[in-house]
């Protein structure tokens, strides 16, 4: 399993691919373009389990990092993608030390964590390579905890101080939204937003992350200090290729 977790606390630029469609050929297909992780959004996305299990599987093949977004901070949820072979979770709608704490205890074995164990399944070499995952998992495993509202922000010093914690990832939308800034990610009171995620990620020793609604703003956000990027989603790539497409085509209707 590549885990990047290392790599993200040390501050490197880790570009990543965002994929809501449930589809194992979107994932594969951004794992060999060579994305340093790839997303399957369970929150939004329509997958289950058993799309997860082959989407993984296919982001293997190209050597990225795969990481769940489960649909909610709940023990259960990630103990089934991480057992799939997760090697990371991002948490939806994080908003207090006690949420972020129980994200960190979920990811974690026992005695450090509330994690079940098992021998058997994928991420453990289906019981093959269960001691040297085991003996890893805990330390190697990446924690995303997603900033996307007023209560979030109100309490991001103890979140961002959570041992467990290693990205403090910006939902754009959500935030803008719960902000009443809906859509307005150049307003500059949106921008002193995200610069304070970055900043208060940095003090804590953790990285800042964010979906981006478009690759134009890769540059500005890079300037405040985010490094866990992903820009667009394979959903959203689709439809725009469609349309430019169809835009075209109608040019002869």
Not at 177 to 202: E, Y
Request: net charge neutral; charged share 20%.
């Amino acid at each position: 399993m590549n885990f990047i977790r290392e790599r993200v606390l040390n501050g490197e630029f880790m570009a990543g691919a965002w994929c809501n469609l449930g589809s194992s050929i979107t994932v594969e297909m951004a794992s060999m373009m060579g994305y340093d992780w790839v997303l399957v959004d369970q929150e939004h996305g329509p997958g289950d389990n058993m799309n997860l299990l082959g989407q993984v599987q296919a982001i293997s093949v190209g050597g990225a990092a795969p990481l769940v977004r489960i649909a909610w901070n709940e023990m259960p949820r990630f103990k089934r993608a991480l057992d799939i072979g997760a090697a990371g979770i991002m948490v939806p709608y994080v908003q207090s030390k006690a949420e972020a704490e129980l994200a960190a205890a979920s990811m974690r074995y026992p005695p450090a964590g509330i994690r079940g164990v098992a021998s058997s399944p994928r991420a453990a070499g289906y019981g093959g390579k269960f001691e040297k995952y085991h003996a890893k998992a805990n330390d190697n495993l990446l924690t995303i905890v997603q900033v996307e509202t007023f209560q979030t922000m109100k309490n991001l010093d103890e979140i961002a101080l959570v041992t467990g914690v290693d990205v403090l990832f910006v939902g754009p939308l959500d935030l803008s939204i719960s902000l009443n800034m809906p859509g307005r990610f150049q307003d500059p009171q949106f921008i002193k937003v995200l610069k304070t995620v970055a900043q208060t990620a940095k003090k804590a020793g953790k990285a800042a992350g964010i979906l981006l609604p478009d690759p134009g703003l890769i540059d500005k956000v890079h300037g405040l200090g985010y490094t866990f990027v992903a820009a667009g989603a394979d959903g959203g790539m689709v439809m725009a290729g469609l349309k430019q497409s169809l835009d075209e085509l109608q040019n002869y209707k």
